[in-house]
């Protein structure tokens, strides 16, 4: 008799990591068009963007606003500090789970944005509500991809560190790198969800790249690996 093939480990069961992780950041892209957009010139994923347009605003440049630049803000970090919380309770187990955990969370919130945009197409009474609900999806996830730890994937919202990695360490600069397609990956994956947004925003509305952007999520709730 042959031997029985060993149980697979559940952790490799999936879709692995840094697959998962440059999906997001397409989902990055789609959330700050619609934000910045649709919502009156804020970023609710790009908290970097965000800050600056907050300094705009408070120094009364036409077109920004405290108020959404505050409440995308306040939101991002009541998220991360809920994700911390998350992390703290799920880090130290299976990372399968864990992941799968704030993808559905990240996917529940922006399901909830996408069904508030499309029953009130038009009103000017949702653009917090999506702010806040956008924001804290965000912050929620960032806190918990911090925390993974995949290189070069620790932030799924900006790219500073990884383009000037990119750059500086290609064979152009140091040539000491050997993650630049990774690299590489990340840019263009925030570029093709700014592009498929943007475009989504001017000729659909809120509502179908906020749904777009939920079901990327929801796919990945029930594919995500723990595998890196």
Not at 85 to 96: N, Y
Request: hydrophobic share 50%.
């Amino acid at each position: 008799m042959s031997a029985a093939t060993p149980n697979r480990d559940p952790e490799t069961r999936g879709v692995r990591l840094v697959v998962v992780l440059l999906a997001l950041m397409t989902v990055s892209g789609l959330i700050d068009a619609v934000s910045y957009l649709g919502l009156g010139h804020v970023f609710t994923a790009n908290m970097t963007g965000n800050i600056v347009i907050l300094g705009f605003a408070t120094a009364g440049a036409p077109g920004f606003s405290v108020a959404r630049s505050a409440t995308s803000l306040a939101c991002f970090v009541a998220g991360a500090t809920l994700g911390g919380r998350v992390a703290g309770r799920f880090g130290g187990g299976s990372r399968r789970t864990w992941t799968r955990v704030i993808l559905a969370a990240e996917a529940a919130l922006l399901a909830g944005s996408a069904a508030l945009a499309f029953a009130l197409p038009d009103g000017t009474a949702t653009t917090y509500p999506l702010i806040a609900l956008t924001a804290f999806a965000m912050g929620l996830r960032n806190a918990n991809v911090r925390k993974l730890g995949v290189p070069d994937l620790t932030a799924t919202t900006v790219l500073t560190t990884t383009l000037t990695g990119l750059v500086s360490e290609s064979r152009f600069g140091d040539a000491t790198s050997s993650r630049s397609p990774r690299r590489a990956a990340a840019v263009l994956a925030l570029i093709a969800g700014a592009v498929l947004g943007a475009f989504l925003v001017l000729h659909h509305g809120l509502g179908i790249p906020l749904l777009v952007a939920a079901a990327v999520s929801g796919v990945f709730t029930v594919a995500a690996s723990g595998r890196e």
